[in-house]
């Protein structure tokens, strides 16, 4: 965030305000809100910076930096972010693409991306298309038998608790947002309550 000539980061933000700060609707709706007059942005016509050399064709991407001897390789991700493991990788469907090298288990001893195998080839459109063909079997851990019910309802479970809660006041409909894990990463989750409705 950014503001004359000052900048914080909404980690900062995050890590030193009172998660728990609760808002009755009197206090709402005394909150003040700039009149539309003094609007920069909200209804206002604005033009990307990128937006001409995007259409022009003069804006520069990573996919266009070329240096002597270099290849292109894209990922096979795992099914699971964590625990995965490479058991064998079939590329005999990928071999007859001409351009096409090697694919190769990423060895990752960060484990930021375990289970990751790359596709090499001569050139970008090779590497992708070699990526379709080439066939990796993974071993996954319990991570792999969590589906998106799971989380929900986890999710759901989070909010209900007061730990790492902000809720607003609203009378019969509420907003709440949970946080959890602040070191590793940020679960936010956005709940609505009306008269006793749920989705």
């Known amino acids: 965030m950014h503001a004359n ?19 009755t609707s009197e206090q709402l709706r005394n909150i003040p809100i700039k009149a539309p007059g003094e609007r920069r942005l909200i209804g206002r016509d604005t033009m990307a910076l990128d937006v001409p050399s995007k259409t022009n064709g003069a804006g520069r991407y990573g ?3 070329v240096v002597e001897g270099m290849i292109y390789a894209l990922p096979k991700i795992p099914p699971t972010h964590y625990d995965s493991k490479v058991v064998s990788i079939d590329d005999s469907a990928a071999r007859h693409l001409p351009g096409y090298i090697q694919s190769l288990a990423l060895d990752d001893p960060s484990d930021i ?6 596709v090499c080839a001569e050139s970008f459109a090779v590497a992708n ?7 990796v079997t993974w071993r996954s851990g319990d991570a792999a038998h969590v589906s ?5 309802n986890r999710a759901a479970e989070l909010i209900e608790s007061t730990a790492g809660r902000a809720r607003s006041n ?8 949970v946080f959890a894990h602040m070191g590793i990463g940020l679960l936010s989750a ?3 309550r009306y008269s006793g409705w749920r989705r």
Do not use: C, N
Not at 6 to 23: M, N, T
Not at 113 to 118: D, E, S
Not at 129 to 135: E, F, I, Y
């Open 5 to 23: 000539g000052r900048s914080i980061l909404y980690g900062d933000i995050v890590s030193h305000g009172k998660l728990q700060r609760a808002y």
């Open 148 to 152: 998106e019910r799971d989380l929900q």
């Open 63 to 65: 996919i266009d930096t």
């Open 170 to 177: 609203l009378g019969s409909s509420g907003f709440y947002f």
């Open 113 to 118: 991306a375990p289970g990751w195998v790359m």
């Open 190 to 192: 956005l709940h609505y």
């Open 129 to 135: 298309h070699a990526a379709d063909l080439v066939k």
